[in-house]
Nanobody, 117 residues
Framework: QVQLVESGGGLVQAGGSLRVSCAASGRTLAGYAMGWFRQASGKEREFVAV????????SYADTVKGRFTISRDNAKNTVYLQMNSLKPEDTAVYYC??????????WGQGTQVTVSS
């Protein structure tokens, strides 16, 4: 079992930056891929970014490429999402999830990010 807890959400003005964190407990994340997703009010949940824990390779949605950076801290068992040049359309609840064998099995509770115009 893996428990995931997000933190760091909040209110920021358009053009600003915010970093959200996802702390994992229960087991090491080696062997997992860690993803960030978001869900805006009234919309479907969408993929944002993913990092392979062991290799460090990353992938991003086109909507955030060049603005967001996913990273991880092995010692802290934590994954981060650095969000720069934020836009009002980035407003959403951001979730982290752990992927094993191609399936996102574990999810955090989410953290709200609100970008004002």
């Amino acid at each position: 079992q893996v428990q995931l807890v997000e933190s760091g959400g909040g209110l920021v003005q358009a053009g600003g930056s915010l970093r959200v964190s996802c702390a994992a407990s229960g087991r090491t994340l080696a062997g997992y891929a860690m993803g960030w997703f978001r869900q805006a009010s009234g919309k479907e949940r969408e993929f944002v970014a993913v990092i392979n824990w062991s290799l460090g390779s990353t992938s991003y949605a086109d909507t955030v490429k060049g603005r967001f950076t996913i990273s991880r801290d092995n010692a802290k068992n934590t994954v981060y999402l650095q969000m720069n040049s934020l836009k009002p359309e980035d407003t959403a609840v951001y979730y982290c999830a752990a992927r094993e064998s191609g399936t996102y099995k574990y999810w955090g509770q989410g953290t709200q990010v609100t970008v004002s115009s």
